[in-house]
T-cell receptor
Framework: KQEVTQIPAALSVPEGENLVLNCSFT??????LQWFRQDPGKGLTSLLLIQSSQREQTSGRLNASLDKSSGRSTLYIAASQPGDSATYLC??????????FGGGTRLMVKP | DTEVTQTPKHLVMGMTNKKSLKCEQH?????MYWYKQKAKKPPELMFVYSYEKLSINESVPSRFSPECPNSSLLNLHLHALQPEDSALYLCASSQVQVGYEQYFGPGTRLTVT
């Protein structure tokens, strides 16, 4: 059974810092990995999707990498802003459109 | 348009009530999903519909009854729920083919009293 772990569980940084969120998974036979953002009490916003054949994806200040063989992905956020404060979730699809989520990283960016 | 809409936003129901949650998308997606999310936990998959047919039921109790009346609409019928069923219920949609993003709605916050 796929298990997805996110470290750290919580992170507080001053505005402007570059930061890295980590995601690891136990079964490397995945179709893709998706990073989401969730604001308190809200739905999930898709940030980046990395196919199993890809090594990274970029969108604005966000860059996600994937090392399938080692079961790891990282989400890099450049020049963090208070508006980036949210919970970040990674989710792995290894059964065809069935996502297994990590526990999330709660990020707070202080002004 | 990458929007998934869900109604109602909030729902409070007693254990003997019958209610329904509604989800709609107009992206032409033929796969639709229900997830349950408890506070400070990640979402957990409940059901998957593919081409309007139920393809996955993750051992969900029968007091939750999904329905997909057409390719744009997904319902979740609720009956005789328990207080521990209180949660955020999220709907998502995607292309049926593997490898596409799932798009999530804002969720329905359900409280069972």
């Amino acid at each position: 059974k796929q298990e997805v772990t996110q470290i750290p569980a919580a992170l507080s940084v001053p505005e402007g810092e570059n930061l890295v969120l980590n995601c690891s998974f136990t079964d490397s036979a995945i179709y893709n990995l998706q990073w989401f953002r969730q604001d308190p009490g809200k739905g999930l916003t898709s940030l980046l999707l990395i196919q199993s054949s890809q090594r990274e994806q970029t969108s604005g200040r966000l860059n996600a990498s994937l090392d399938k063989s080692s079961g790891r992905s990282t989400l890099y956020i450049a020049a963090s802003q208070p508006g980036d404060s949210a919970t970040y979730l990674c989710a792995v699809d290894n059964a065809g459109n069935m996502l297994t989520f990590g526990g999330g990283t709660r990020l707070m960016v202080k002004p | 348009d990458t929007e998934v809409t869900q109604t109602p936003k909030h729902l409070v129901m007693g254990m003997t009530n019958k209610k329904s949650l509604k989800c709609e998308q107009h992206m032409g997606h033929r796969a639709m999903y229900w997830y349950k999310q408890k506070a400070k936990k990640p979402p957990e998959l409940m059901f998957v519909y593919s081409y309007e047919k139920l393809s996955i039921n993750e051992s969900v109790p029968s007091r939750f009854s999904p329905e997909c009346p057409n390719s744009s609409l997904l319902n979740l019928h609720l009956h005789a729920l328990q207080p521990e069923d209180s949660a955020l219920y999220l709907c998502a949609s995607s292309q049926v083919q593997v490898g596409y993003e799932q798009y999530f709605g804002p969720g329905t916050r359900l409280t069972v009293t």
